[in-house]
């Protein structure tokens, strides 16, 4: 198989998932049940993880699967049940400044996507200094293939344990703003035995 | 339990569940070798609990996971991953240096593996305890999701 047609194909499969992508952007935000926007939002993320495994961005398309398509959509539909199940009809607000807001974003964004290195060039700057730095020293000073592991865990393992602070920060506000949930989860189950 | 109106749902999400557990495992202890570790394994074992939780209810879930065990679990993997810091300083090497853990030859890998698997343990115990004390939080508010809700 020549070059051409192998880029060909990469294209298309970019082309077809971006276009997946921009149908189901459009249908959220037309939507109104919000339980369907939620389901939606989750394919959202599956796309966009198929899309990051195309780009070779395993770990992110990973992340991106287990995140915004798990954790996102199940919480979502748990924050879901606390409020109305379809979002208020739009005010009759003029529609054209937030159409001029996207297209001025979306023409500063390809605009600066031409200064982008090319994909997958080897003298970009992520793929030299230090990126190229690690892939060398990596086995010999952790021992471990997976140099995406190492640099999360060893390399940048300061970074690592501030991320996991922080998740567990935002775990605990949640927590002191809603409460802990075991009264009233404790109070809805002895209603529902009375109800029994 | 709301009869039978859900019944190839339940059916499907019993087989999978456990799967879905499995596969956290699975991912958190391949992280040396394919893509994943921590993070992404306590995210997907919450997912597991949550998906039990909303469709076998809120009751059964309690009884397996109770809300004060998540909290500690959260922070008790901050601590571990902290502590590893600690162990190493108490090594002679700066903090989180795993090199610092066990006393070896140069070039040897047993601190930089011994580190790695306690503190990825310790992302995994404070990632899925996290993230089930918010689903906990929410859930507190309204029970079980209602037939007409689906």
């Known amino acids: 198989m020549t070059e051409s047609v192998v880029d060909l194909e990469v294209g298309l499969i970019n082309v077809t998932l971006l276009i997946l992508l921009f149908i189901t952007a459009i249908a959220i935000a037309r939507l109104r049940s919000l339980f369907a926007i939620v389901m939606l939002s989750g394919v959202y993320s599956l796309v966009s993880a198929v899309w990051f495994v195309a780009l070779d961005a395993v770990d992110v398309a990973f992340t991106e699967a287990a995140v915004g398509a798990g954790i996102s959509t199940t919480l979502m539909l748990g924050a879901m049940l606390l409020t109305v199940r379809t979002a208020k009809a739009d005010r009759d607000a003029s529609k054209l400044a937030p159409l ?97 | 339990m709301t009869g039978d109106r859900h019944v190839i749902l339940r059916v499907v999400s ?81 903090y989180l240096d795993y090199d610092a853990l066990v006393d070896e030859p140069p070039g040897g890998h047993l601190g930089q593996h011994m580190g790695i698997i306690i503190i990825e343990l310790g992302v995994l115990f404070g990632v899925s305890g996290s993230m089930l004390s918010i689903f906990y939080a929410f859930a507190g508010r309204v029970a079980e999701i209602r037939d007409e809700d689906w």
């Open chain 1, 100 to 196: 001029l807001v996207c297209f001025a974003a979306g023409a500063m964004l390809i605009y600066a996507s031409i200064d982008l290195p090319p994909y997958g060039d080897p003298n970009s700057p992520a793929n030299s200094y230090v990126g190229a730095g690690y892939l060398e020293r990596n086995y010999a000073d952790i021992g471990i293939p997976n140099v995406v592991t190492s640099v999360l865990a060893s390399y940048r393992g300061f970074d690592t344990l501030g991320e996991v602070a922080v998740v567990f920060a935002a775990g605990l506000g949640v927590v002191l703003l809603l409460g802990f949930g075991e009264r009233s989860i404790a109070a809805s189950t002895k209603d529902k035995e009375d109800e029994e």
């Open chain 2, 14 to 94: 019993k087989l999978l569940i456990p799967l879905i557990a499995l596969y956290a495992f699975y991912v958190q202890f391949h992280g040396e070798y394919s893509p994943g570790g921590g993070f992404q394994a306590g995210v997907i074992f919450a997912v597991a609990i949550i998906l039990y939780a909303l469709i076998f209810g809120m009751q059964d879930t309690l009884r397996m996971i109770p809300p004060w065990f998540t909290r500690r679990l959260a922070a008790f993997g901050v601590i571990l991953y902290a502590g590893v810091g600690f162990w190493a300083l108490m090594g002679g090497g700066n």
